[in-house]
């Protein structure tokens, strides 16, 4: 399945596009395709402006999500807002989502297995909001994204081609939190994306 291979959103308007991403919520909340939805309790969807230009894409639920069925609302999602702040963006800009939509017990990473049982909700996701510009944050949105295995400090600070859609990976909020200094060369990547010449 290419990821990155349509953009059926593109010609609808807002109406049409909410109601075409609350089926896919509604499949998402009811999904037992791998052993996530054992110890879930919330899917997480994401949310945001749904004519966004720009998709910012995280790897999966944490625990406050988990609780919320929101993205990005704990600590790690303090720093992305932070950021965006930093770039003249807000929540109400963009469209928030992860790549997996359930949280992996203890936070740890998400196995392969469970990647690939969200990548059709994904698929459906960006094919629908269609985004200029996709933001991934970290190794594992990234690599999914793009369809790579190279390591998150090669790919970073550079807007990629792939498929039908631009590509900009960035570090991970979390990993901002651990290294703070990491916090200007994510502004700088984002920043990248606002002076992109398709977002002008």
Known sequence: MELLENRIGKDMDREERKT?????????????????????????????NVMADIVVCGESPGREEDEKGRPFVGRAGGVLDSILMEVGLSRKDIFILNVVKCRPPKNRDPEEEEIESCLPYLKAQLDIISPKIIVTLGK???????????????????????????????????????????????????KMVMEAEILK
């Open 20 to 48: 075409a991403l609350k089926k896919i919520g509604f499949e998402i909340s009811k999904c037992q395709k791998c052993k996530l939805h054992e110890c879930r309790n919330k899917t997480v969807f994401g949310m945001g």
């Open 140 to 190: 594992y949105a990234s690599q999914t994204i793009i369809g790579t295995q190279d390591p998150i400090g090669k790919l970073r600070g550079t807007i990629l081609q792939v498929g039908n859609f631009l590509v900009l990976p960035t570090y991970h909020p979390a990993y901002v939190l651990r290294n703070p200094s990491a916090k200007e060369i994510v502004v700088r990547d984002i």
